[in-house]
């Protein structure tokens, strides 16, 4: 008989006032980088944001281009910035905030390219990043790292070794 795989993946489901003051902070700073987005096409502002280990905060927002694939997301394009500072500052906390452009905040998720760079970072760093989403009816969720977001995904063991 063939065996069943079943998978759980777990977040805190919580009201914006169950959060810590870091966690608070981390949380606004995405929330106001929606401000930021240039996405003139979408009209759909994103804006992600990362706490450091100084205690000091990074964030970006979404990118879009009038040629649509040259548009990246605001996860990505807050990765990517960030890995390419030396030295990299290790990221404590994630946040990410959406909205409309000139609406409420809504519940979203990552999209799945976000995720597999996002477990590539998490990896790349060698320790957990807690992550912040926004669930529905204004509850936040927090997932204990990334990698809880994204099962299966891609890992770079499967390449060949360079010879
Ligand atoms: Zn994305």
Not at 63 to 84: D, I, V
């Amino acid at each position: 008989m063939a065996q069943t795989l079943n998978l759980t993946i777990t977040a805190d489901v919580l009201t914006p006032a169950e959060l810590s003051a870091a966690e608070a902070r981390c949380w606004a700073a995405a929330q106001a980088a929606t401000d930021h987005a240039y996405a003139p096409y979408s009209h759909f502002h994103v804006g992600a944001a990362l706490l450091l280990d100084d205690g000091s905060l990074a964030w970006n927002t979404n990118q879009e281009n009038a040629a649509y694939p040259s548009g990246l997301c605001a996860e990505r394009t807050l990765l990517f910035g960030l890995n390419g500072q030396r030295p990299v500052r290790a990221v404590k906390l994630m946040a990410v905030a959406a909205r409309p452009q000139n609406g409420e905040f809504v519940a979203v998720t990552s999209c799945g390219a976000c995720r597999q760079v996002m477990i590539e970072f998490e990896n790349q760093q060698g320790a957990a990043i807690p992550l912040l989403l926004p669930g529905p009816d204004g509850t936040i969720w927090r997932f204990k790292r990334l990698a809880d977001l994204l099962p299966f995904q891609f890992m770079p063991d499967v390449l060949p070794p360079r010879s």
